[in-house]
């Protein structure tokens, strides 16, 4: 099996990627203040929308790497 799933494709261990976004944002006393702010907007709006892209960028990379 040379470390691949049944399926072909790579390790399942890449999906651990996934859950960075996720307990990042979920740990709310990271961000949880309005300074430094960013083109008026305030660091907790920014900082979660930063995570959007670097999501999608992750998701896109596991994707990548555990397809058939």
Same mark, same amino acid.
């Given at each position: 099996?040379?470390?691949? *799933?049944? =399926?072909?494709?790579?390790? =399942? #261990? /890449?999906? #651990?990627?996934? #859950?960075? $976004?996720? %307990?990042?944002?979920?740990?709310?006393?990271?961000? *949880? =203040?309005?300074? $430094?702010? /960013?083109?008026?907007? $305030?660091?907790?709006? /920014?900082?979660? #929308? %930063? /995570?959007? $892209?670097?999501?999608?960028?992750?998701?896109?990379?596991?994707? %990548? %790497?555990?397809?058939?």
């Amino acid at each position: 099996m040379n470390g691949k *799933d049944a =399926r072909g494709g790579g390790s =399942r #261990l /890449w999906y #651990l990627l996934l #859950l960075i $976004p996720i %307990l990042i944002v979920l740990s709310v006393g990271s961000y *949880d =203040r309005a300074e $430094p702010s /960013w083109g008026g907007f $305030p660091f907790f709006y /920014w900082y979660q #929308l %930063l /995570w959007i $892209p670097v999501s999608a960028v992750l998701t896109l990379i596991v994707y %990548l %790497l555990v397809r058939d």
